[in-house]
């Protein structure tokens, strides 16, 4: 709880995954990837439940061994590839009609290296700044300035800027470059029912390290995201 507002916490973890099978359940660290986010909940200061809304009898089961609630299965309608995490998000709400929660944050399990901290540097910006939503953000590893769309054969710088204009360009003169990491989502729980979507054009952003900013997807994200934890690891117990 903060600021006499109650707060839960949305795991969403669909078992379908085309570009990594079986991705909520692979191990990182010994442990089932979606253990990470429970975990990172659990150490959260204002979270007040953490429920995992998951279609998988297996997701769910590791999803309560490290310390969520799983009190209801999503409908297969809801847990397809068109399937969104709104729609999850709005279904748990209404599973869940009979509590009051103030605020909502999803926490996807494709973030694994997001920590507690995180979290609650999410929600107390909300909360602080009078937000509606918050999400967290990162640096990109490419700034934009430098990226292209690709007309046939030709490049078109994506910020508008001509080629011409970046051959002597360097990348700490580029407008600094934020995007979204994925990791934290919150919202005010009226705001999401009326918008029906984690983030508009007047969500908070809230800065994450790009270190722990990993977001997988495809079986390159989860080998950075190893890469990524042993590193962490190793300088936690140095």
């Known amino acids: ?7 839960l916490a949305l795991i969403t973890a669909r ?12 191990p990182l660290g010994g442990k089932p990837l979606i253990a990470w986010s429970v975990e990172a909940a659990r150490g959260s200061a204002y979270i007040d439940r953490i429920v995992t809304s998951t279609d998988c009898p ?3 089961a590791a999803a309560r061994a490290a310390g969520s609630d799983v009190p209801f299965l999503r409908p297969p309608e809801l847990s397809g590839d068109h399937a969104s995490s709104a729609d999850a998000g709005l279904h748990a709400l209404r599973a869940l009609a009979d509590e009051r929660y103030d605020i909502q944050v999803l926490l996807q399990p494709t973030s694994p290296l997001r920590t507690a901290a995180d979290i609650d540097a999410c929600i107390a910006a909300l909360v602080e700044k009078n937000a509606t939503s918050a999400m967290t953000v990162c640096e990109p590893e490419k700034n934009p300035t430098v990226m292209f769309w690709r007309e046939g054969d030709r490049l078109i710088p994506v910020t508008g800027t001509s080629l011409y204009d970046l051959r002597n360009a360097r990348s700490q003169d580029f407008r600094p470059a934020w995007e979204i990491n994925g990791a934290v989502y ?5 705001w999401f029912l009326d918008r029906q979507s984690y983030y508009d054009d007047d969500t908070l952003p809230v800065e994450m390290p790009r270190e722990r900013s990993a977001n997988i997807d495809v079986e390159l994200d989860f080998r950075i995201a190893e890469m990524l934890f042993e590193s962490q690891r190793r300088e936690g117990a140095a």
Do not use: C, F, Y
Not at 15 to 26: E, V, Y
């Open 1 to 7: 709880m903060i600021a006499n507002m109650k707060v």
């Open 15 to 26: 078992g379908g995954s085309k570009r990594l099978p079986g991705k909520n359940l692979r």
């Open 58 to 60: 297996e997701i769910a």
């Open 186 to 190: 919150v919202n005010r729980v009226p």
